[in-house]
DNA sequence: GAAGCAACTGCGAGCTGGTTGCAACAACCG
DNA sequence: CGGTTGTTGCAACCAGCTCGCAGTTGCTTC
């Protein structure tokens, strides 16, 4: 295990009618490597360390085709960029929209939350492409606490 | 009812020792204004219908301090702008992915898969701030269909 | 109801995150 | 090896906001 999966995602590109060349090599090396979310401009900078001529431009570029042979998934969590995985890996996400920490949701509870919304509505979440803001227990905390400072202050 | 809100809101905003201003009358009015869900372009030009003079940049700082007051959410479904509601009015979202349809989420279920997300994991989802993106049966429907297709030519 | 303070506004420049057009380049096929 | 065509780097561009600043205006006080 391991690098196993960079030729396996290789030849599939091939095998949609691509080519392999050194820039999708260290995206997809990128990709693989075991990491929490990756932003764009955090693989960006990761293929750079290795090939360093890789322009942005290409690497989104290798991205959307990666996403387009259903390889890759990206999601927007919250505000600022939006986060890249493999679809393979892919789960549930928590994000809490004051400290951006992302909490992970284990299958079994996304399976049940996506049945519940599929049996009542016509729609169907995708398990592998969905985040839920909310916040996690410390900000819960801080944040009641300081709406109760603010009451305070205006009585 | 209808327009108290309207005096309510602006109420809220002057006690936290913010002023009543034409433009941000417009704007209270425009978020009072029963519709769906509304880009920042939308509410905008919402505005400048009535108050031509008024600069983009004036609404999102007018809806910044709605927010930091607690008055109005905004939410980022999906890739494009975000939009932005009343906080009292609000519920969860399902977004499609495809075709950007949202289907509103019935309190009682977005409530159950609050509670079974907060019992399992330290994290309280927002109901009234919480959005899951997936397809709307159409799509969903297009979709495999299109992959139908995609693996016919490959075969 | 005039004066004054400070919040608010319009304007335009700037920023982030991403997309696109284009000419040069280089996989892969034969 | 030579041709075809997908891929790349570059730079210009775009959407969606955000910010700095000078001028304006709401609210308070006298």
Redesign the pocket.
């Known amino acids: 295990m391991g690098q196993p999966s960079v030729d396996r995602i290789l030849d599939q590109?091939?095998g949609s009618?691509?080519?392999?060349?050194?820039?999708?090599r260290a995206?997809v090396a990128a990709l693989v490597e075991p990491s929490d979310h990756r932003?764009?401009?955090n693989l960006i900078s990761l293929v750079q360390a290795t090939?360093p001529?890789?322009?942005?431009?290409?690497?989104?570029?290798?991205?959307?085709?990666l996403e387009e042979i259903g390889v890759v998934v990206?999601v927007?969590l919250g505000?600022?960029?939006?986060v890249y995985h493999l679809s393979e890996a892919s789960h549930a996400h928590l994000v809490c929209e004051d400290c951006g920490r992302v909490v992970e949701v284990p299958p079994d509870l996304a399976k049940s939350i996506a049945d519940g919304i599929r049996d009542r509505l016509d729609f169907s979440v995708a398990l592998r492409h969905f985040s839920i803001t909310g916040r996690c227990r410390a900000c819960e905390a801080k944040w009641s606490k300081a709406r109760l400072r603010h009451a305070d202050k205006r009585a």
């Open positions: 590109l091939r009618g691509g080519r392999i060349t050194s820039a999708r995206v932003t764009a401009e090939c001529d890789v322009a942005p431009s290409t690497v989104y570029r290798i991205l959307e085709s990206h927007h505000h600022g960029a939006a």
